[in-house]
């Protein structure tokens, strides 16, 4: 391609007549032409194009082609825009399936439509795009966006994650890569690999392709209700932040040693004073730790890690002597805001990472945020999992079923043809949504790619396979001979009774083992329900019917009944009735006074 010697782009031998109002669809997402960028073939960087050089409908056309004769081509944004871009590098930390998932996730968490992804170059980097229906402003539409995703803990940077559109006040901003150039390539949207190859469609049918993922839009109204979930988290973070931050120290810390240090048990005590009884799987010296930390802020060189981790464990379990509210079960994300504002604030410029601004100096805080007790990680115990009707099982085996029949029609009736099909014809003809297609992939994927010309790459290796690696007539049947099982025959005696010695010693330590599990576990049970008898009798009276005096005890005992809850239901029952008496103890104390009237 990069080779290839100029010659006049003739359209129609790439598109068909028919194609125009498509072509035309395609080129209306790219409505600002002024301030483009292009790469030369022979080159490594990008150049900007003189700012009266406009980018026309045949230059875009040549690049959707791959048959421009000089350069790949990309674009700025003007005012509005009909996408918005996510550029994630080859070597960025967010350039792996796991974090890919997570970042689709945390979008259509907010309230928009999953992004459609797709391999931008041969460099291997991703584009992940989100259309609209109609044009939004590039300014507000980039602002809530990086908005968003700071709340969510992630580093907007070029060569992490770039948003585009790229604006500001002063300039137009970066330009990005125009899609369908080479090394341009589909990302299956369940599998995270690549799904198709633009260099396997013509250009016409990499258009249609392209266009059918962009009738996957948001509406303004979606964007709307984006919005208002990013100023919900601005909100929930700005209370965490009030609510956890501790008020800032001298920045003078203390070269004097101290006289006696602490000991275990001294720890111990002062925390089994604080909740009235130790928390379950609360670390001791790391809550003590991170009630430091958060009071004193770093006071010398290479503790940010350490305070990361101790200063989550604190504020999972809360203080009940200093009102601290227990960020506990379900708060993960408040926790990282709330450990996050603490570095920022409180470092001390202890923190060599922070002071040079590096972008890694948080890297620890999502993981530190996401910790639970020890006998609490694993899946959540099945009695709290809600029974499913067996009338929805059925209902959705029924639609699975008849989604797979119109899906399997279709594809007959488009094989009459004796021509290729794209997955939209397929689509249409189903009558399905593009995410049931692919769900039912292994219907149509063989004939889709027979008929377009090309085999997978992955066909004929299973078939070439060795029998002990292939699901084959002799593979793992009576065929194949069994391993040799028989023992030594002429083992001693002596031998043979150590080993069963061996054997009982390590039965009984696991019975041993078992039952020390089982009286754990029966003991945390036990003082669960414990717990939650204690705080059923003191929530029992309504917040309205107490007085300010018993209010204000209430609030107390109650704070460390809040952090020693053994569960995120308990935690947030008491949650609940913890505001209702905050909100109570308000009125009265800051009602409506009487007004003595003037003779």
């Not at 005012?79 to 960025?92: E, M, P, Q, W």
């Not at 004939?447 to 690696?469: I, N, V």
Request: with cysteine.
């Amino acid at each position: 391609m990069s080779g290839s010697a100029p010659t006049r782009f003739a359209r129609h031998d790439h598109y068909p007549r028919f194609f125009d109002e498509a072509a035309a669809e395609f080129l209306a997402l790219f409505s600002h032409r002024y301030g483009y960028i292009r790469k030369p073939f022979n080159s490594d960087g990008w150049l900007s194009a003189p700012d009266n050089w406009v980018l026309t409908d045949t230059e875009i056309l040549k690049a959707a082609a791959c048959v421009h004769p000089h350069s790949y081509l990309g674009v700025r944004f003007g005012k509005t825009t009909r996408y918005a871009l996510f550029d994630i590098d080859a070597k960025s930390r967010y350039h792996t399936k796991s974090e890919l998932k997570k970042l689709i996730s945390t979008i259509t968490g907010a309230g928009l439509i999953a992004p459609s992804i797709y391999q931008s170059s041969n460099s291997g980097g991703w584009h992940l795009y989100v259309f609209f229906d109609e044009p939004m402003g590039c300014k507000e539409l980039r602002r809530e966006l990086i908005k968003f995703l700071q709340l969510n803990g992630y580093q907007i940077g070029k060569g992490q994650l770039e948003i585009f559109p790229n604006t500001s006040d002063r300039s137009l901003g970066f330009g990005c890569r125009l899609p369908l150039q080479e090394g341009f390539a589909w990302i299956n949207p369940y599998t995270y690999e690549i799904d198709e190859e633009r260099s396997h469609l013509s250009p016409a049918q990499a258009v249609a392709r392209f266009l059918v993922d962009a009738k996957d839009s948001n509406s303004y109204q979606d964007f709307r209700h984006f919005k208002a979930n990013v100023q919900a988290l601005e909100e929930r973070k700005a209370t965490v932040v009030a609510r956890t931050n501790a008020p800032p120290r001298s920045n003078v810390v203390s070269i004097r040693k101290h006289q006696q240090p602490a000991t275990a048990q001294e720890f111990t005590d002062f925390v089994t004073d604080v909740f009235h009884q130790l928390p379950p799987g609360i670390l001791v010296d790391n809550w003590y730790k991170g009630r430091l930390y958060h009071l004193n802020g770093l006071t010398g060189p290479a503790q940010r890690a350490d305070a990361i981790q101790c200063v989550g464990h604190y504020l999972f379990y809360g203080d009940p002597s200093r009102e601290l509210d227990a960020l506990g079960y379900g708060y993960e994300q408040e926790r990282e805001w709330a450990i996050t504002e603490f570095l920022t604030l409180h470092h001390n410029g202890q923190s060599k990472d922070i002071n040079e601004g590096r972008t890694d100096a948080f890297a620890q805080v999502e993981r530190a945020a996401s910790w639970v007790p020890q006998h609490k990680k694993g899946a959540e115990p099945t009695k709290y999992a809600p029974a499913q009707p067996i009338s929805w099982v059925r209902a959705n085996a029924n639609r699975k079923n008849d989604a797979r029949e119109r899906i399997a029609g279709a594809l007959e009736g488009l094989k009459k043809r004796g021509r290729s099909f794209t997955t939209v014809e397929l689509r249409e003809a189903a009558g399905c949504a593009r995410d049931t297609l692919y769900v039912h992939e292994d219907i149509w994927r063989a004939d889709y790619e027979r008929l377009l010309g090309y085999q997978d790459l992955a066909d004929g290796f299973f078939a070439s396979c060795p029998g002990e690696y292939n699901c084959v007539e002799g593979g793992g049947s009576s065929q194949t001979s069994p391993p040799d099982t028989s023992l030594e025959p002429d083992m001693p005696s002596g031998r043979l009774a150590a080993r069963r010695i061996v054997y009982e010693i390590s039965m009984r330590s696991e019975k041993d083992k078992r039952q020390a599990q089982k009286k754990s576990l029966g003991a945390l049970e036990e003082s669960e329900a414990t717990w939650q008898g204690e705080v059923t009798r003191l929530t029992e009276t309504e917040p309205s019917t107490l007085s300010v005096p018993e209010i204000k005890v209430l609030l107390v005992v109650l704070a460390a009944y809040l952090a020693t809850a053994p569960n995120y239901e308990g935690q947030q029952g008491l949650q609940v009735y913890i505001s209702a008496l905050k909100k109570q103890l308000i009125l009265a104390t800051d009602g409506p006074k009487s007004v003595v009237r003037p003779p």
